[in-house]
T-cell receptor, first 117, second 115 residues
């Protein structure tokens, strides 16, 4: 299967600071990447869809000015949590859509655990 | 009604048992079907991928799609404690090169295999 990496794997920051999380597809080009957040023992919640070279599409209730998404290349998307607060503490997971050879699957990164103090 | 319904569990079975995980869906246009496994504090891992109806087997795992009933299943034979995880089903419509379609996920079933 394809490989998607995320960096950092965990981060602790002070309230009011910004945090950037990177998502990379290592062995394929992904025109579409997705950002999810997940609270303990809950299901994945889609935050936004990131398309290479265009603006991200945010799900209802997700603040686009709070969660900045950039998809500057076919292998890299970044999520920046601006002015982070303790309620932003969560597990953030990215995924990359693989549509090679007529297939349609998503491969997930290992996730980033964000703790805001 | 959600597009994809999945029993959240938890489901607890003894080691060695056959596990059956299921999802139902309402969109008859879904053609791609996937099962993911997620361990605690990890990203989901793609387990099985099928296109249209039928069965697909990979080791101890069998994925089954019944499009007439809008029902998909994942069977795990000879279950092991290491299979304890949350299992998510997922599906999508074919949209050519369009990026407009989404992959829709079930909410996940928590599975526990007792030694």
């Amino acid at each position: 299967g394809a490989v998607v990496s995320q960096h950092p794997s965990w981060v602790i920051c002070k309230s009011g600071t910004s945090v950037k999380i990177e998502c990379r597809s290592l062995d394929f080009q992904a025109t579409t990447m997705f950002w999810y957040r997940q609270f303990p023992k809950q299901s994945l919640m889609l935050m936004a869809t990131s398309n290479e070279g265009s603006k991200a599409t945010y799900e209802q209730g997700v603040e686009k000015d709070k969660f900045l998404i950039n998809h500057a290349s076919l292998t890299l998307s970044t999520l920046t949590v601006t002015s982070a607060h303790p309620e932003d503490s969560s597990f953030y997971i990215c995924s990359a859509r693989d549509r090679r050879l007529g297939a349609d699957t998503q491969y997930f990164g290992p996730g980033t655990r964000l703790t805001v103090l | 009604q959600k597009e994809v319904e999945q029993d959240p569990g938890p489901l607890s079975v003894p080691e060695g048992a056959i596990v059956s995980l299921n999802c139902t869906y309402s969109n008859s246009a879904f053609q791609y079907f996937m099962w993911y496994r997620q361990y605690s504090r990890k990203g989901p891992e793609l387990l099985m991928y099928t296109y249209s109806s039928g069965n697909k087997e990979d080791g101890r795992f069998t994925a089954q799609v019944d499009k007439s009933s809008k029902y998909i299943s994942l069977f795990i034979r000879d279950s092991q404690p290491s299979d304890s995880a949350t299992y998510l089903c997922a599906m999508s419509e074919p949209h050519g090169d369009s990026s407009a379609s989404k992959i829709i996920f079930g909410s996940g079933t928590r599975l526990s295999i007792r030694p």
